[in-house]
């Protein structure tokens, strides 16, 4: 399996790994694959009996993290882009 961009980037031409650590968060697909999703694409979280991703554009990803999980990878991703900002 590989990873598609569908947007030229100016990480297009660096090693996959060091673009999607810097703009993407890694999710677990409940058959146990693992993928990236752009959190600043993530409009809500529902929280069913799985956790479901709701993106801008209306699609859903159901992952195996919890929510909680989810937030705290928002997080430290948020912090990464901006640590000397106050995080409230």
Known sequence: MGVFLLFPSPFSLLPI???LKY???K?????????FINPHQIECIEIRPDTVLVMLS???HIVREGADSVLEKIDVYRKRLAPSVKQE
């Open 58 to 60: 209306g699609r859903t």
């Open 17 to 19: 790994p060091f673009s």
């Open 27 to 35: 999710v677990t697909k409940l058959d146990g694959t693992e993928y």
């Open 23 to 25: 703009s993407m968060i």
